[in-house]
């Protein structure tokens, strides 16, 4: 049973899939007169030559048909990088502010809803669980802060203060949607891209070495792969297909798709418009800039954290390399100061490594905080882990820790007992508490806050933001899922 319902600050792939119409198999045309023969406002990098190109793109869409679901996603991703970025949300507790030495584990934390902390009288269960008291319930929805109904942040540009605003919001809708059409779910921000495109394309290139292409009716940025990101609802067979349909489109060939993810993307990424009878027209100008690079761009190591910093929620020091980790100590300051320039993120900077977070929580594809089953759960649950096992300020700070698997059992049933019905919970995972723990720790761990161990998971010494500062107070557990616990600390010491 496929119950994700991960909250997103953008539309669920990077042209959105809304407006999409429902058609049946058959024939998709590509006779549509669109950009032919190419781009004309702004091309850094085009896409592979058309010799060739149906070769490449078959023997692709023969590996992705073969390919395991996530070498699949990791497959497409680096030939298209069609991908939104992906960052926390909420902002820290007003006048708490923590310099680069300080721990996630021990600094200060994000202010939440009142609703979304623990609830008033939730006894401490071991000496490191933390009490909050909360004075609500949590409410039945609680609203995320997103912003994608917001009307873009711009002026005419007649002042240079205006023209940055300009430039940066339409940088930061190119970074949530990598495909931006002139009728497409983001249409009102074109205008802006367009205007600003020579240094668009410059600045993209410069600091993350991505590509930008500008048509008349399009922008598309090609960004380098990702390991863990792809199309939502994609699998081997629909990315072949998608391969398949997008060549044949481009080349001006009839395309053959059966499955409805594969019309229903091209649709939303307006590849497809349809005519007077109601036929569908393919835009060959625009199939042929969503095509993958002939080359990537060249790495190294100031682009390898730049995109890191950009595309993912944090960067752990020790994850990195030797000369990436010695980069990024070194610069972090200068970087910090570049991104809120450029896309107006502000660096969260620990002794851990470094996040860029999003004061408007819009520069996200997931949304925690945010509203919905999985959003709720999922906070509640990483807050309940971090009181139990992050170390004491006494106590050495180290990335992650080991999290005993029925600590996980027992906080989520502690938690679905506190607030499922009450606040509305999805009544399936209520019936499904394996498929919840399961969809609860995905959510946690595309956003980086849980890393997996073997058959274990490790907490992540950034989950500590979303918990309350640590208070030390002794008392049994309460909660009937709950274990002692000594029988927990006994787990992490084996």
Not at 92 to 115: D, F, I, N, Q, Y
Not at 226 to 251: K, M, Q, T
Request: net charge negative; proline share 9%.
């Amino acid at each position: 049973m496929e119950q994700r319902e991960y909250t997103t600050g953008v539309e669920e792939a990077s042209g959105g899939l809304a407006g999409g119409r429902g058609v049946g198999a058959g024939q998709l045309i590509a006779d549509a007169p669109a950009d032919i023969p190419g781009p004309v406002s702004v091309v850094t990098a085009a896409p592979a030559d058309a010799a060739g190109a149906g070769g490449r793109a078959e023997r692709l869409a023969a590996q992705l048909a073969v390919a395991d679901p996530v070498a699949a996603h990791d497959l497409f991703t680096a030939a298209y990088g069609l991908y939104g970025a992906r960052h926390f949300g909420g902002v820290l507790e007003s006048g708490r502010a923590a310099g680069a030495g300080t721990s996630w584990w021990h600094g200060p934390s994000v202010r939440l809803p009142v609703g979304l902390r623990s609830r008033a009288g939730r006894p401490a269960q071991g000496p490191r669980r933390a009490r909050r008291i909360a004075a609500d319930a949590l409410p039945p929805a609680v609203p995320a802060r997103r912003g994608r109904h917001r009307k873009p942040e711009h002026s005419p540009g007649s002042t240079p203060q205006e023209v940055a605003v300009e430039r940066r919001t339409a940088a930061r809708l190119l970074a949530a949607h990598p495909l931006v059409t002139a009728n497409g779910p983001h249409a009102a921000g074109f205008p802006l891209v367009r205007r600003h495109a020579d240094w668009l394309a410059e600045r993209f290139l410069t600091v993350l070495g991505y590509p930008l292409t500008i048509g008349h009716s399009y922008a598309r940025l090609h960004k380098a792969g990702l390991p863990g990101r792809g199309l939502p609802g994609f699998g081997p067979a629909g990315y072949a297909a998608l391969v398949r349909a997008l060549d044949a489109l481009a080349d001006g060939r009839p395309a053959q798709v059966e499955q409805p993810e594969v019309r229903q993307l091209l649709d939303g990424w307006r590849v497809l418009t349809w005519g007077e009878d109601d036929a569908p027209l393919a835009d060959r100008g625009l199939a042929r800039a969503l095509g993958p690079l002939a080359a990537p761009p060249a790495d190294g190591p100031a682009l390898a954290v730049r995109r890191r910093l950009a595309e993912t929620p944090v960067v752990l020091l020790d994850e990195l390399g030797a000369e990436e980790r010695a980069w990024l100590l070194e610069h972090q300051w200068a970087e910090a100061e570049l991104f809120a320039d450029f896309l107006g993120l502000e660096a969260e900077v620990r002794a851990e490594g470094v996040a860029l977070l999003d004061p408007a929580d819009e520069l996200t594809d997931l949304a925690l905080p945010g509203s919905g089953t999985l959003a709720q759960a999922a906070l509640l649950l990483v807050e309940r882990l971090v009181e139990e096992l992050r170390p004491l300020p006494e106590e050495s700070a180290p990335p992650a820790v080991l999290i005993p698997d029925a600590l996980i059992d027992g906080a989520l049933g502690d938690i679905t007992d506190e607030y499922g019905l009450a606040a509305g919970w999805h009544r399936d995972y209520l019936a499904d508490l394996a498929g919840f723990r399961r969809d609860a720790l995905d959510l946690l761990y595309r956003m980086q806050l849980i890393a997996p161990a073997g058959r274990a998971w490790l907490l992540r010494a950034p989950a500590a933001r979303y918990a309350p500062p640590l208070e030390v107070q002794w008392g049994p557990g309460s909660g009937r899922h709950s274990r002692p616990a000594s029988e927990a600390q006994q787990e992490l010491t084996v």
